[in-house]
């Protein structure tokens, strides 16, 4: 079992231009949740879906989109990306949406670094 | 706001010794306090995790001591091992909603175990 699989595994992006990230996880699991590690920040939640058809705001939204059209994949789109978006990228999922009973796992991670 | 506040930043540890790593939150609604163990490159994995209703929780050499009324928590690693140097990361969750579920997370603390 793969688990949770992101790509790219880093990448050099030009400011303005567009990428979109990806995670999938073979674990069937109805909640996936994008957070951004900065140094000194800890791990921050972008967005967040509790399952496939939804979605919702984290703490960091701001310059992100992400769409859930099935159980497995979570894309994580910037649309035109700065500087302030360097960061290292973590896509989680977990089997509920109340962490009590089930434990996130997380993918190991997409570097991005905007110039 | 930092709602879950992390200390140190980072610890130096001999062999064997213990290893303390101290977190304290402000919001009561808070019902879960897991701890992240990330090593370099990796995503972070759930090494242990602890309710409110309990005081203490041990798995092997790693222990939550869990103080509701102070709302603090700590975890203490036994025997501490070269092995175990890593970034640890203490998270509080709560539901923000709805099913809405959500963990915030400490800015991490580097440890360093010597030998």
């Known amino acids: 079992t793969a688990g949770i699989t992101q790509a790219p595994t880093s990448q050099i992006l030009a400011a303005g231009r567009s990428m979109t990230l990806r995670c999938t996880q073979d674990?069937?699991?109805?909640?996936m949740y994008w957070y951004r590690q900065d140094l000194g920040l800890g791990l921050r939640l972008i967005h967040y879906?509790?399952?496939?058809?939804?979605?919702g705001k984290g703490e960091v939204p701001d310059g992100y989109s992400v769409s859930r059209a099935n159980t497995d994949d979570f894309p994580l789109t910037l649309a035109s990306a700065v500087p302030s978006q360097t960061s290292v990228y973590f896509c989680?999922?977990?089997?509920?949406?109340?962490?009590?009973?089930?434990?996130?796992?997380f993918g190991p991670g997409t570097r991005l670094t905007v110039l | 706001q930092q709602q879950v506040k992390q200390s140190p930043q980072s610890l130096i540890v001999q062999k064997g010794g213990i290893s303390i790593i101290n977190c304290a939150y402000e919001?009561?609604?808070?019902?879960?306090f897991p701890w992240y163990q990330q090593f370099p490159g990796k995503g972070p994995a759930l090494l242990i995790a602890?309710?409110?209703?309990?005081s203490e929780k041990k798995e092997g050499r790693f222990t939550i001591s869990f103080n509701k009324s102070a709302k603090q928590f700590s975890l203490h690693i036994m025997d501490s091992q070269p092995g175990d140097s890593a970034t640890y990361f203490c998270?509080?969750?709560?539901?923000?909603?709805?099913?809405?579920?959500?963990?915030?997370f400490g800015k991490g603390t580097l440890l360093t175990v010597n030998p």
């Open positions: 989680a999922s977990s089997d509920s949406f109340h962490p009590t009973t089930d434990t996130q796992y």
């Open positions: 602890i309710r409110p209703d309990v």
């Open positions: 998270a509080a969750g709560m539901n923000s909603g709805g099913s809405n579920y959500k963990l915030t």
């Open positions: 919001n009561t609604a808070f019902d879960y």
């Open positions: 879906s509790n399952t496939a058809g939804t979605t």
């Open positions: 674990m069937r699991h109805n909640a």
